[in-house]
């Protein structure tokens, strides 16, 4: 596997500049914080909050990007949230003396918080998950391994080298050459991220 240490010296290797390496970091770290708000097939997580009674908002995890789905269980039985914009929940949860209580039935984000509506009664225990794209972390140690030194290292390396010929070294004509190969590598990342997502949710017909 392929570590982060790898990634800087193939990148020194290839523009034969030993003399910025922390130039090369720092383009590096720049290019992984660009992608970090994309969606690809290892940036899925389910996270699981627990209502409490006459709770409203909850606080999102700090690696959240977007929502994807929204599920609460109550008795038994699972079933999805709808998704309504924050300002159209605060209509609906407009009595803040007595608001509503009951099962959850819509969820808006706002902020780093999710909200819910009704709010949760005391008749019933409720579960809620959720699934999100996250941000994968970027790597700090020269020994660490993960999607960015691997899955996505040609995406990262030829962004980096984008930003280290256009910012640093002030040659924009040969850094267009790298962004043109990281926007595709990014394409062919996001058709594979895709396929995977798609073809995990099919349902297998019996015959």
């Not at 949230?81 to 039935?105: A, I, K």
Request: with cysteine; glycine share 4%.
């Amino acid at each position: 596997m392929a570590t982060y240490g790898d990634l800087q010296s193939r990148i020194i290797d290839e523009t034969q500049r030993e003399d910025l390496q922390t130039q090369i970091q720092a383009c590096i770290q720049t290019a992984i914080a660009y992608y970090q708000q994309d969606s690809f097939y290892q940036s899925d997580t389910v996270a699981s909050i627990t209502p409490t009674q006459g709770v409203q908002s909850y606080t999102l995890p700090t690696d959240f990007v977007w929502m994807r789905n929204v599920f609460i269980t109550f008795n038994g039985t699972r079933y999805p949230l709808r998704c309504v914009t924050y300002e159209f929940l605060l209509s609906e949860d407009d009595n803040t003396t007595d608001p509503v209580q009951g099962s959850p039935v819509d969820y808006a984000l706002f902020g780093n918080s999710i909200y819910i509506f009704p709010r949760p009664d005391s008749s019933t225990s409720y579960s809620m998950m959720y699934d999100y794209v996250n941000a994968p972390a970027a790597p700090s140690a020269d020994s660490d391994s993960d999607f960015w030194t691997n899955a996505a290292e040609a995406m990262v390396r030829n962004r980096a080298k984008f930003l280290l010929y256009t910012d640093v070294l002030g040659q924009p004509d040969l850094g267009a050459v790298f962004k043109a190969r990281a926007d595709e590598e990014h394409q062919q990342l996001r058709e594979q991220s895709a396929m995977r997502k798609w073809t995990s949710s099919i349902l297998t017909p019996r015959f």
